[in-house]
Each structure stands twice: as C-alpha cells, then as structure tokens.
C-alpha cells in the first residue's frame, strides 16, 4: 500500500492481522533512520524540511500539504511504536483524554494560533522557537513544535474517522496548523529536517556558549552512595513531574546527546515540578518550577537517542548505571533568567527529592477522589494547554486565551467523547495511530 495511495481503506474486522503493520508502516516502511530515510523517496516534495521562505507561506499548495500529511502519518507511527514502552499509572484514563484532546486542539488552535501569530507576526514565531536553545527549563521546546501541530492534525483525523469532518473541511485551519508547526521546528533549526525523525533522532539544541557554563559544573561521582542518591532524585522528580500533568509526559524532556571531548557525551534533562497552571497544582508547592539534570556518559559504553517528545532511548538500557558526573540546576520560575538558575547542592537535591515523593502521594490521593469524567477534563486541560501555554505566557497572550475561551470544551469534542472514552475507541483509533489514517489527503484547494 502506497503511503500516497489515501483511497485504499485498512481494515479493523477480526480476520485481520494487524502484525504487518506493527512492524512496518502501512506493512511497508520501517523505523527509524531507514524508514525516514524511505519516506524521503516517496513523498512528492520534501514540505517535512523547512526554509526560509516556505515558513512565510500563509496558503499552502496541494502537493505541500499531502507530503507533510504523509510523512507526518510514518513519523506518528514511529513515536507509537517507540512509546509503547511507556508507563501508564493506571489511575488515569491518558488514552481516552488525550484521544479527545487531539479532536479539541483541531477546533480550537487554529484561532489562537492566528491570535499569537498576529500579536508577534512571523518572525516573533521564528524568534520564540529559539528559546529551546538559549535556555534550559523552557516549554517553549522541541517537545512543542512537533505536538503543536501533529497533535491537532491527528484531531482532524478523528473528526473525519467520526463523520464531523470531510478531507476538504476548514482548509485554511490544517495550512495554520501546519505552518504554525513548521516555524517553530525553523526557528528551532534553521533550514532543513523540522522533524527530530529527520535528524537522525538527535537533539542538540542547546547553543554551545550555553551548554559549555552547565557542562563545566558536572562533578565526577567518586562515591557510589552520590549516585545513588542522584539516582533516586532522578527518578522521584521524573515520577512526581509525570503525574502532576496527568501521566503524561509534557512535564519532561531531554535533549542532546551532546558530543564532549574524551569521546564523551552529555544529555540535558528537564523535570518539570511546580506548573502552576492547573488547580491541584498546590502539591508542588514549595518545589521549584524546573529542575535540569546535565549527565555525562562515555560514547564507548552508551548509546543514545531522542524521541519528538524529548525521550532518551539507550543502548544498554540501564544507561544510568554508566553515568560519570552530573550537575543539577533549578529554575525557581517559569520567568526566572537563565543567569539566575541555581546549582543544587546534595542537601537541597535530598530536600526536593522528599518533596516529590511526598506530592507524588498527595496527587494520588487527590486523583482517587476524582471520577473517570473529571479526570478526562482534568486530562483535557492539561493536554489542550501544555502545548501552547509557554508560548502564550512568554508574549504576554495567556490570560488573553483563558479569556477568549481557550479551555471551553468544543461540541465536537464533546460529540466524540462518548467513542472515544469507550468501547468503540479501538475502532476509531487504531487506523489512525498505526494505519495512517489519521492524515488522509486533501483533495482540492
């Protein structure tokens, strides 16, 4: 099956075997670099990469359209199979809140995308996107330039899968949301793969003069006892972050690896604690907003990747049992300046640590009260916010938002919880994650 052949339906009856396609895209493409490396051959034009001045084009042409949607359907399908390793807790419905949430995105950003867009034009888009590499404890990051327009994208998919949309339904909202993503990938880059799929699943992005200042402070762990009390900061902050935004992994990225001289390398690790952006956010209180883990291993005993949504993959696995040194950094605020960031020593690192698992507790608590209903719109919000919430605060924009009626559940949305939060889902879903049906063509301008 062609992945420019869209008139060829799949297939969920129970006779089918879903296999091929678990193993290559379409039964056809593989992972990784050989797969990007494929579909580089097959789509018309090359509209995943980015320059200069297609980044300015306010309408898109057919051709540019359907490539993006075609390489954007493999590179979903290669984050699917690579997050299947990911936890879930159990507590939390994510599949369903964040299936629902792909159908709000698709009805409510390309309005507030416009929104931004007008308030800093173009080049205050461009401009933004440089944050992920002059600053570290930032959103405003490469996790959000591929979710800022895929996520939603995959929400028309829905919407066409659940008969609210045709392939030709508001046009010009999937040309905003597709450019919108291609200026942050360009302000991030510059010219070439937007795509982390296209970079060889590689994100250095940190600048040199501001990596350097933070490599410089990495201490070497002499005692086993220090790494394993970094070893247990990690996982706490990581596991307390993971709940406070819904089990989901907006309150994490790693960037990197960072090749450093003796055939070393450094990967970058943010841990997002005290988002003060959701109402139970009261049990971070007392944590910084951020805290930065810079990590250094030999390239001769680990090697490392990095997903579009900033997650490490190794080789061996237990690559933390081969970190040499590392240094921790806290930003207190989302504001905080980058020359204000503090180094934490190990009593304050054992302090945070207590805290996290302390409100890693209280979140339990407070998700055990809720229903299966709130829970979904607690989901909702926090998966309709975290990708542009940075964006909107950092301009000045987000109160605005929150005013014009930004957390407003769309009725389309609401339409579709009901599949989307029960049995049918599958049914619905497993065409447009793994098939690639949830980035049918265009047919007409």
């Known amino acids: 099956m062609s992945t420019t052949d869209q008139n060829t339906e799949t297939t969920t009856e129970p006779d089918f075997d879903p296999t091929p396609f678990l193993q290559a895209f379409k039964g056809e493409v593989p992972q990784g670099v050989e797969g990007d490396r494929q579909m580089r051959e097959r789509v018309a034009l090359p509209f995943m990469d980015t ?10 042409e057919d051709d540019q359209v359907n490539s993006w949607l075609d390489y954007a359907a493999w590179n979903l399908w290669d984050f699917i199979l690579g997050r299947a390793s990911e936890g879930e807790s159990g507590l939390i419905p994510r599949q369903e809140y964040e299936t629902i949430s792909f159908v709000q995105q698709w009805n409510n950003y390309p309005k507030f995308i416009r929104m931004l867009t007008d308030e800093i034009g173009v080049d205050g888009i461009l401009d933004l996107a440089k944050t992920s590499s002059r600053e570290i404890g930032t959103k405003i990051n490469v996790t959000r330039n591929w979710a800022a327009s895929v996520c939603p994208i995959m929400g028309r998919g829905i919407g066409i899968k659940l008969g609210q949309e045709t392939v030709d339904s508001h046009r010009e909202d999937l040309d905003t949301l597709i450019q919108f993503g291609r200026r942050l990938q360009h302000g991030t880059w510059g010219d070439g793969p937007g795509f982390v799929s296209g970079r060889q699943f590689q994100i250095p992005v940190l600048d040199d003069d501001v990596l350097q200042p933070l490599v410089d402070q990495v201490q070497p762990f002499d005692d086993p006892a220090d790494l394993d009390a970094f070893r247990q900061f990690n996982a706490r902050t990581e596991l307390f972050g993971f709940m406070l935004h819904y089990d989901c992994r907006a309150g994490m990225g790693d960037t990197g690896p960072y090749p450093l001289p003796g055939n070393r390398f450094a990967i970058v690790r943010d841990h997002f604690l005290n988002e003060t952006a959701y ?70 690192m054992a302090e945070i640590s207590r805290k996290c698992q302390t409100g890693t507790m209280a979140m339990y608590r407070t998700l055990s009260k809720k229903s299966t209903e709130e829970k979904i719109r607690d989901g909702v919000m926090v998966y309709t916010r975290e990708f542009l919430l940075s964006h909107a605060s950092r301009v000045g924009l987000w109160d605005r938002f929150v005013a014009e009626g930004f957390d407003a559940m769309h009725p389309n949305a609401e339409a579709a919880w009901p599949v989307l939060a029960g049995p ?14 949830g980035f049918p063509h265009v047919t007409t301008k």
């Open 51 to 60: 320059t200069a001045s297609d980044v300015r084009l306010e309408s898109l």
């Open 279 to 348: 109402p139970w956010s009261g049990v971070a209180e007392g944590l910084p907003y951020c805290v930065t883990q810079v990590m250094v291993f030999s390239a001769d005993k680990v090697k490392a990747t990095i997903n579009e949504i900033m997650t490490t993959f190794t080789e061996p696995s237990n690559y933390l049992d081969y970190l040499e040194g590392a240094v921790v950094f806290a930003r207190d605020t989302m504001d905080t300046p980058m020359g204000q960031l503090r180094v934490l020593d190990s009593q304050e």
């Open 424 to 437: 049918q889902a599958a049914e619905i879903l497993t065409p447009v994650l793994l098939f690639g049906d």
